[in-house]
């Protein structure tokens, strides 16, 4: 699986990326991460990349051009494996069937904005987009982040164990309750934790019990 992600604050993601379960899965090459700057793509000596808005207002507008050039060095032809994302609050709610279905490609482009935004002509070289939620964010790069680290936990090999991807919060559906499961609680040692214990049915060894109780504890959400 590979992932290319467009910014103007190339940094912002390295020490992420190159932590625990995605720094082991691009050392093993289960994934693939490139960041690529968008000043980059820049015409001028100072890599001017944003200008103020046409109609006026505050803030200031990423420029089309330098977006484009640089989505056109890692997306040279339109493929059915690639997906290119543009993060940004008017893209469709992030949740675990998305990722399901980004984890279908490839390859993801992930373009992300800063200051006010990109300028909207953007949308004409994109295949979608996509929100982390109702808030808003100084920039794009946490929410590709986001996408990044939830598809790659999908790729095979990148988590140790392939049932804890199973088992998870949001991985099963109940068509009864049309709502997506939340996993019960864990405990681990010590037994007692000031005054705090561990449920004693998750000691007795009971695995039939033990499921019983862990189904009861698991909660649902739309």
Known sequence: MKFDILTIFPDSLNSYFASSILGRAQKNKLIEINIHDIRAAATDKRK???DTPYGGGPGMVIQIEPVYKTLKKVYKRKNKSTRVILLSPRGNTLDQNKVKE???YKKLVLITGHYEAI??????FIDEKISLGNFVLTGGELAAACVVDSVSRLVPGVVGKEESVQDES?????????K???EF????RP????GLKVPAVLLSGNHQKIKEWREKQTKYRK
């Open 48 to 50: 001017t990349v944003d």
């Open 102 to 104: 980004l984890a279908s």
């Open 119 to 124: 300028d909207a002509r953007v949308d004409n």
């Open 170 to 178: 949001f991985s099963v559906y109940d068509e009864k309750k049309k």
């Open 180 to 182: 997506f499961n939340i």
């Open 185 to 188: 609680p864990q405990y681990t």
């Open 191 to 194: 037994e007692e934790f000031k």
